[in-house]
């Protein structure tokens, strides 16, 4: 960022993003004052463990603690054969290089949210994609042939993994910001992003998932080929973003976000738990 020219920064991140971001914030470099979230690592030891071995809910859960444990448990149960096969075995899928039609096949068919959200489109119902999305993104990965060398990054992540799960609680101590989508793999509930992050500036729960394209981050790696349309992570890629598919309104509740972080950073006093005004 220093050679960019930023001395002062936010890091955004959702899926793979959100990973990076947070460790960034462990990492602290020099100059990043916060970072926010739109697929927050919030679950705690206890619930991950439960879900890990296919156990039951810890008790006490309340009725948005158990919401988000019942998505996790159904991705943990029906949605993560994707990334087993991508943390073992990704060259076995050579096969993505070689047929266009697999290459679709393998994106498309993520699991059961996704493809009911791309068979609606394909129907021609709107959602917060179009059928030019999903087809713009397989052929990003057939005529580039990336399809296997970006399954790897999941086995070089399996490499050195300590054992955590991808939304397990990593300690993060920056100020942090949460925006929870209903369409995400989970919507992390308040509680546990209070208790997860210590300094938590900021947290919304939309109701609504916004229009964009989902057509970065996990790519034909995580086979998601436009699943969740509720993200902003393409609006704040890259300081400035890349967020034309995503609607004014939008760019700006995602920007005043990240804005928030840092100004309530540079004053060194604490923001409301609430989001931005609409413009």
């Known amino acids: 960022m220093q050679r960019l020219g930023y001395t002062r920064y936010v890091a955004q991140g959702g899926d793979w993003g959100n990973a990076v971001s947070e460790v960034m914030a462990l990492q602290k470099p020099p100059g990043l004052l916060g970072i926010h979230t739109n697929m927050a690592a919030t679950v705690a030891a206890d619930v991950s463990k439960a879900l890990s071995v296919g156990g039951p809910p810890p008790a006490g859960l309340s009725a948005e603690e158990k919401h988000a444990w019942d998505q996790l448990d159904d991705f943990y149960r029906h949605g993560l054969g994707y990334a087993q096969e991508m943390s073992n075995r990704p060259q076995t899928l050579y096969g993505l290089a070689d047929s266009p039609v697999g290459l679709a096949a393998w ?22 994609l179009s059928r030019d999305d999903v087809l713009d993104n397989v052929t990003l990965y057939w005529l580039t042939n990336t399809a296997i060398s970006s399954a790897r990054l999941y086995w070089d992540t399996t490499q050195i993994s300590t054992g955590g799960g991808f939304f397990d609680v990593r300690g993060v101590t920056m100020p942090v910001a949460v925006s929870a989508f209903p369409d995400e793999i989970y919507a992390a509930p308040r509680s546990w992003a209070e208790r997860a992050y210590p300094k938590l500036i900021y947290y919304n729960k939309l109701d609504k998932a916004v229009t964009s394209r989902r057509a970065n981050s996990r790519s034909c790696s995580a086979a998601r080929c436009g699943r969740r349309s509720d993200r902003c992570d393409r609006t704040t ?31 060194r006093q604490p923001l409301p738990l609430q989001p931005p005004s609409s413009p």
């Open 107 to 128: 994106m498309l068919d993520h699991d059961t949210r996704s493809y009911g959200m791309l068979s609606r489109v394909f129907d021609g119902k709107t959602e917060g």
């Open 237 to 267: 890629d890259s300081a400035a973003g890349s967020g034309a598919n995503l609607p004014t309104r939008e760019i700006s509740k995602c920007l005043k976000t990240s804005t928030a972080i840092v100004a309530a950073s540079l004053a």
